[in-house]
């Protein structure tokens, strides 16, 4: 099993999304980062489509995780993420 420590985990999500993962709007700033919690998804809400978001980046605002954490982690990472929509 691959894991994703903090660090990793806190540079993908918290330092853009916020440390709950509501997004840009949470931390005060009206556009940037869309909200992981609640059930929209920009660019399609299956797991697969997380993970190739992740992995691949979006609209150069993102940046592309894969070749920076390898494909185990951006799995692991984009599980994460999806389970943030589904409680």
């Known amino acids: 099993l691959h894991r994703v420590d903090r660090r990793q985990r806190q540079m993908c999500i918290r330092d853009s999304h916020g440390a709950e ?3 840009s ?3 005060g700033i009206p556009l940037g980062a ?3 919690t609640d059930n929209v998804w920009l660019y399609g809400g299956s797991p697969r489509a997380v993970e190739t978001s992740i ?10 995780w894969d070749k920076i954490l390898g494909e185990q982690k951006v799995h692991v990472i984009s ?3 999806y389970s943030l929509s589904q409680k």
């Open 21 to 23: 993962g509501k997004g």
């Open 25 to 27: 709007a949470e931390m």
């Open 34 to 36: 869309p909200n992981l």
């Open 55 to 64: 992995a691949n980046g979006r609209a150069g605002v993102m940046p592309a």
């Open 79 to 81: 599980a994460y993420v």
